[in-house]
């Protein structure tokens, strides 16, 4: 007889009470008998499962003692064939009558699956290959009341594995293994900044204003001070304080909120890194961003190679670099450089199918609408596209060969912003013609224009070197290399709408 978590039948709803019920009885007859697994505080492991698989030649016949969440068992008679899961891999564990006594294996029979058991016993090879504990001792740390969805019928909907993610994490290996991914990922990032000489920093997530980026925050309020304060949409323009004050390389990974909404490349709370570099410029963030992302993969996955959203990725180094004109040029034919007004760059861009309602009228927001509406698709492998217009750059350095552009660029992987950087904007008196205007567009209703930041203003007129900024956006990196086509995939908790 058998009982395994792959291929127990599809509990029915009408089931369901009933199950319970008999999970429950069983914990009332353990509480009853004096051995209630809740009163349990701890178990002395000596090994994970796959250190034991990983070591076998040197552990067989040795004592070990082993924990975890108890997956299938299958067998009857004398002997029970089991499997536990732990925080690393699944591991075999063989029970028999003979070995652990009468009472404790009678016990074992009635244990559900998601139970959480411990055990004593040694290292062995069956005669099928198998890695196993022969059990000479177990017990039974924690009772599942609830029971595990099966394999073929179970967690497979996608909005329960989002809002029961402890149970997705159970059943789904490659939940699991995305999640590693991740800690991996920020964990080579710090390590890579660290070694080149950054500090990283920690900066407010409560503020005063909305600034450092173009989106609409979340507004919360301030008891004591009887102020209303928003939750940050970018670290900006905080680590560019820093830089004023002589720390010269620093970063944050942090969480950004913006309020906006919610797809399959967007969450209103995700995580960034933003770093910044005195003495550099953007295209030393081109370099730094690339070296990042091979060296990450290369590290993680042992390849430049990746399959996303149904494309087959190199992110070996070499990435491609194009001004955004350029790419425009190349895509749809339009030569904005030869363009020297605003009212043929809008022209050529609404001849062209672009949408221009409630867009600025403007070279740069014509070139903008165009790259982003009809040009971004097809930027498929790794590419970097640099010079976007000022209009929409209110933080970025001007162009020395034009001022209607600026020294930014945005890396793009499968369609998808993986990236920003500037060389940053250092002139206090531009700065804060620029917030002017942006603060004119916010009074006109536009929600995701920065407000004015007159202590940032007074900062730069201390002094800001020239100065190199990247802004990167972790999930999407995590998304790229674990091959996920969503956001919610590489974030444990997304936020979802709460059920009626």
């Not at 090994?47 to 990983?54: G, R, S, V, Y």
């Not at 030649?57 to 040795?62: D, G, I, P, T």
């Not at 059990?135 to 179970?154: N, T």
């Not at 596209?385 to 034009?402: F, N």
Request: hydrophobic share 40%; charged share 30%; proline share 4%.
């Amino acid at each position: 007889m058998s009982e395994n978590v792959n291929n127990v039948p599809e509990i029915q709803e009408e089931n369901l009470s009933e199950l319970l019920q008999i999970r429950r009885d069983k914990l009332t007859e353990l509480q009853t008998a004096g051995k209630d697994p809740f009163q349990i505080t701890k178990f002395q492991r000596t090994h994970w499962c796959d250190e034991i698989k990983a070591d076998f030649e040197a552990l067989e016949e040795k004592d070990v003692s082993v924990c975890g969440r108890l997956m299938s068992k299958r067998g009857m008679g004398k002997a029970i064939f089991a499997d536990i899961q732990d925080g690393h891999d699944r591991l075999q564990i063989y029970v028999r009558l003979n070995d652990v006594g009468e009472e404790a294996f009678n016990a074992f029979k009635k244990y559900d699956i998601g139970d959480i058991i411990g055990c004593q016993g040694f290292v062995f090879r069956t005669r099928m290959g198998e890695i196993s504990v022969h059990v000479k001792e177990l017990v039974l740390l924690s009772k599942s009341l609830l029971p595990l969805p099966e394999k073929f019928h179970g967690l497979t909907d996608v909005e329960t594995r989002y809002r029961q993610r402890y149970v997705d994490l159970i059943v789904n290996p490659e939940s699991r293994r995305a999640f590693e991914i991740r800690s991996k990922f920020i964990k080579y990032l710090r390590a890579f900044l660290d070694g080149r000489g950054y500090m990283e920093v920690e900066t407010p997530v409560l503020s005063t204003l909305a600034g450092g980026a173009a989106a609409r925050p979340f507004i919360t309020h301030h008891n004591t001070l009887d102020i209303d304060m928003y939750m940050r949409i970018a670290t900006e323009l905080h680590l560019k304080r820093l830089i004023v004050g002589g720390m010269e390389r620093v970063y944050e990974v942090g969480r950004i909120f913006r309020n906006e909404g919610m797809d399959t490349k967007h969450n209103p709370e995700f995580t960034t890194v933003e770093l910044y570099q005195a003495y550099a410029d953007f295209n030393d963030m081109m370099d730094l961003f690339e070296d990042l992302l091979s060296g990450a993969a290369m590290d993680i996955l042992g390849t430049y190679d990746v399959e996303w959203q149904g494309e087959k990725i190199s992110l070996a180094p070499g990435f491609r670099r194009m001004t955004m004109a350029d790419a425009v040029k190349e895509y749809m034919g339009i030569d904005f450089m030869a363009i020297d007004n605003d009212a043929d760059a809008v022209a050529a861009a609404k001849a062209a199918g672009v949408d221009m309602d409630g867009v600025e009228p403007t070279w740069g927001h014509a070139l903008f609408e165009c790259y982003d509406q009809k040009v971004e698709q097809h930027m498929i492998q790794p590419t970097f596209i640099t010079m976007h217009p000022v209009d929409v750059s209110p933080l970025a350095k001007r162009s020395p060969a034009d001022p209607r552009l600026t020294e930014r660029f945005e890396l793009f992987i499968c369609r998808s912003e993986m990236g920003n950087a500037f060389s940053e904007l250092n002139d206090p008196i531009d700065q804060k013609q620029r917030f002017q205007k942006q603060a004119e567009m916010r009074a006109k209703g536009d929600e995701e224009a920065n407000m004015m930041d007159e202590d940032f203003i007074t900062a730069l007129e201390y002094g800001m070197p020239p100065t190199g900024g990247l802004g990167i956006g972790i999930d999407r990196c995590v998304m790229l290399l674990t091959g996920n086509d969503s956001i919610r995939d590489v974030i444990l908790f997304p936020t979802m709408k709460p059920l009626a």
